[in-house]
């Protein structure tokens, strides 16, 4: 991955604040630097969120931070225009392999758009930035990293494998930057997590992202910053209230059909398929595509090159539905979503506040839309309880399965998910490390 210059013009390099006409923002972007108002303002925007009002104010006076809002509230602006305001003002040229900032996410599709974020609101000023995840060669982010770079945003593996080849090292880190909270302190980051922490300097700033963060994680959390400031908004709401929510109770075997029956009766213009397993998503774009619709599966066992590509596809409206399992969930940015199904329900119930995130972003409604079959049942009552409420069932559609409808806490489900072993803990474990 090739090292992003955001460049000034030859003026702007001289003075910050000649030869850049003055923007009307509002709120907390008016204490940002002429350069970043007027990225800023070419995106789109003049009005901070309410994260990005709260944030960045402390974190241009250089505190730490843990954050938690909804998913598509502008969580990544609300940490790279303070960082990128932070390294402009105080100039200093990054050694080799020795970036000033980090950035930790735990997949590669959000590396890659947090990434291209900064490259988006730094284009006026004179900051490099490169992003290092796997499944690609590492040629490209070696030859970054020596020719010194600002900013790193990673995924943890790799990461520590150039580290581990002495490539890079973070002893210059002024600012670590810790995105999805939830996802990077679970069971199967969380050793990986504490071997960059000691690799850092303790003067850092640290900052910690999320859209939700489970009592447990935010204590784990507040071991690893000093004095943070705590920014929550609105917590006890995790879904996005745009977004309307349905479930669909059906047996196993005839969640194709009715998926098949919805693409053809609903207005969906663009939609992501969630499935559990990546097998699963093969089948299920295969089938798409075998009735007509344009469709194509992203997971794990994919290469880089064709995830990005599939991705950019979806993006750009070259197919109509992405048929995905949980790596995006996460890291993606598409803002015309209209429909987020789930044909397989989550094994974690703040899985499902990402997934649903998909739609209903900047500003725009959305639909989801969750099948849940018998063995499923358990996961639903997991969701529900997260919301706070239940989730409105569709009793009226041709496949409807009374069996998954009225299943009980003594299903199968239950004893599926939470069997010997701790099988749900260890899937996610494994699920996680599969995917940097």
Same mark, same amino acid.
């Given at each position: 991955m090739m090292k992003n210059y955001t460049r000034a013009n030859d003026?702007?390099?001289?003075?910050?604040?000649?030869n850049v006409p003055p923007i009307a923002v509002t709120g907390a972007f008016a204490q940002l630097m002429p350069e970043l108002q007027r990225a800023i303002t070419r995106e789109g925007y003049s009005t901070p969120t309410p994260i990005q009002e709260q944030a960045i104010p402390r974190l241009l006076e250089g505190r730490d931070l843990i954050g938690t809002a909804q998913t598509g509230t502008g969580k990544t602006a609300a940490f790279a225009l303070p960082i990128l305001q932070h390294l402009s003002k105080h100039p200093k040229k990054p050694q080799k392999g020795a970036p000033r900032c980090l950035v930790l996410s735990p997949t590669?599709?959000?590396?890659?758009?947090?990434?291209?974020? #900064?490259? =988006?609101?730094?284009?006026?000023l004179k900051i490099s930035n490169t992003t290092i995840f796997g499944g690609v060669n590492q040629h490209s982010q070696v030859q970054a990293l020596r020719a010194s770079?600002?900013?790193?945003?990673?995924?943890?593996?790799r990461l520590l494998d150039l580290m581990r080849q002495g490539h890079l090292r973070l002893d210059a880190v002024d600012i670590f930057v810790l995105d999805?909270?939830?996802?990077?302190?679970?069971?199967?980051f969380l050793p990986d997590i504490k071997h960059v922490l000691k690799s850092l300097s303790p003067k850092r700033q640290t900052l910690f992202f999320s859209a939700t963060m489970p009592p447990k994680l935010r204590i784990l959390a507040s071991t690893m910053v000093n004095d943070p400031i705590q920014?929550?908004?609105?917590?006890?709401?995790?879904?996005?209230? =745009?977004i309307t929510q349905k479930v669909m109770f059906v047996g196993k075997k005839n969640k194709n059909a009715l998926l098949l029956s919805l693409m053809n009766e609903h207005n969906i213009n663009k939609a992501i398929v969630f499935t559990q397993m990546k097998h699963?998503?093969? =089948?299920v774009a295969k089938q798409l595509q075998?009735?007509?619709f344009k469709g194509e599966a992203i997971h794990g066992n994919k290469s880089q090159a064709t995830r990005t590509r599939t991705l950019n596809g979806f993006k750009r409206g070259h197919f109509q539905v992405l048929v995905a399992t949980d790596v995006a969930a996460r890291g993606l940015d598409v803002d015309d979503i209209t429909h987020v199904i789930n044909y397989d329900l989550p094994v974690e119930a703040e899985t499902y506040v990402h997934r649903i995130g998909r739609t209903g972003r900047a500003g725009a409604d959305g639909d989801a839309i969750s099948f849940c079959s018998t063995e499923e049942r358990s996961y639903l009552r997991d969701i529900e309880r997260l919301l706070g409420n239940p989730v409105t069932a569709d009793l009226e559609h041709a496949f409807h399965s009374p069996e998954a409808l009225q299943t009980t806490s003594g299903s199968k489900a239950v004893n599926h998910s939470n069997g010997s072993g701790n099988r749900k803990r260890r899937?996610? =474990?494994? #699920?996680?490390r599969s995917r940097r």
């Open positions: 003026a702007q390099n001289n003075s910050h604040n000649q590669r599709e959000l590396a890659a758009q947090i990434g291209a974020s #900064f490259t =988006r609101y730094g284009k006026y770079v600002d900013i790193v945003v990673a995924t943890p593996g999805e909270v939830d996802r990077m302190l679970d069971m199967g920014v929550s908004i609105e917590p006890d709401k995790p879904a996005v209230d =745009r699963v998503a093969n =089948r075998n009735a007509g899937n996610s =474990r494994n #699920f996680n």
